[in-house]
């Protein structure tokens, strides 16, 4: 029988998005989730992605200062992508330090506060003691995951929980190049790596349900309700994220990472279409590195060229309707109320 109790290793690139993921996994240490399952963050690791691996390390900390979490641990890991990349990424979102340079951060001390123990060490040490509980939700580039695998190989991957990976797209939609999205073109290797060596299926949310479905938080809601809550997380997030959505112009507030944070915690309120598929990752296309491709010829099972079992089960649409509540509980809002989505 699964142990219902599940701990988590949250891997991120810590900007806005991940912070709220983040967040919403701390609040859920507790709750009785659906199914009768619990949740408890065992340990947040930190790669490159949205910023530098050292800045995305200090907004770790930031955010657990926070939230008074000080007591979770923080592991630091991989700088660099597996291949090393030909070219700059220099739109930079989430500004250079991952929250836009708002400043007027919590004053962290990383000699103290920060693990010793390298994040993909840490991996394998958390999957190994506690064998078949540890579930990974990989919110970035999957550099730690994927170098985990290659260390350790079988003697991880046997004995991990539940992957769960945001990431990718279904419909070569891209976010970064035409045709790729973010935390897979950050590192196509560790992408195409973790899907060919998994021996159970991951669940992937893509970044076209992200997008394209209509989940209910626009950017005024967001900003004018949710961040008037008077909390430091909050007060932090919504002075990161009004300096940085605002003045592009967006209407609705898309957070990813937070996204799939919810599906995890939260899957029949959330999941409105998923499907099986063998998926693989483009490393050589002169247009399209990075892009996961999907069989679609076969769809379900077995891949119709190379005949391999499905090895993702893809999160294709999203129910709205419940995120606005579950964001809002994460942010502290008083009016949220989640207790109907656990029972």
Same mark, same amino acid.
């Given at each position: ?266 899957? *029949? +309120? ?12 483009? =490393?050589? $296309?002169? @247009?399209? %590195? ?12 077995? *891949? +119709? ?12 649409? =999203?129910? $709205?309707? @419940?995120? %606005? ?13 989640? +207790?109907?989505?656990?029972?």
């Amino acid at each position: 029988m699964e142990n219902k109790n599940r701990l988590v290793v949250y891997d991120c690139d810590i900007g806005t998005d991940d912070a709220w993921g983040l967040a919403m996994m701390l609040r859920a240490e507790g709750v009785v989730l659906p199914g009768g399952r619990s949740s408890k963050v065992v340990a947040i690791t930190t790669v490159q992605g949205n910023t530098d691996v050292d800045n995305g390390t200090l907004n770790a900390l930031r955010v657990l200062h926070t939230l008074d979490r000080r007591d979770v641990p923080v592991f630091k890991g991989c700088a660099d992508s597996i291949v090393p990349r030909t070219w700059s990424y220099t739109s930079k979102f989430h500004g250079q330090d991952g929250f836009n340079d708002v400043g007027g951060y919590p004053e962290v001390n990383e000699e103290q506060e920060l693990q010793k123990e390298h994040a993909v060490n840490a991996m394998y040490r958390l999957a190994c003691g506690n064998p078949g509980q540890v579930d990974f939700l990989l919110c970035g580039p999957l550099t730690n995951f994927a170098n985990c695998i290659n260390l350790y190989g079988r003697s991880f991957l046997d004995k991990i929980g539940g992957v769960y990976i945001m990431g990718g797209n279904i419909f070569g939609k891209g976010n970064v190049s035409k045709s790729a999205e973010f935390n897979f073109l950050m590192d196509p290797e560790a992408a195409h790596t973790t899907l060919e060596r998994l021996t159970r299926p991951a669940l992937i949310l893509p970044w076209e349900p992200c997008i394209d479905g209509e989940l209910g938080v626009t950017l005024d809601w967001r900003l004018n309700v949710l961040g008037d809550v008077d909390h430091p997380f909050v007060e932090l997030l919504t002075r990161a994220e009004r300096s940085m959505l605002v003045p592009r112009g967006f209407v609705n507030w898309i957070s990813c990472d937070s996204l799939l944070t919810a599906i995890y915690l939260f899957p *029949d +309120a959330m999941i409105a279409d998923q499907r099986d598929y063998y998926a693989t990752v483009e =490393l050589s $296309g002169v @247009h399209t %590195r990075g892009q996961m491709v999907l069989d679609h010829l076969r769809g379900r099972k077995v *891949d +119709a060229i190379h005949g391999k079992a499905s090895n993702v089960r893809v999160v294709r649409r =999203l129910k $709205g309707e @419940h995120f %606005r509540t579950i964001i809002g509980w994460t942010g502290f809002l008083p009016s949220a109320d989640i +207790a109907p989505l656990c029972v």
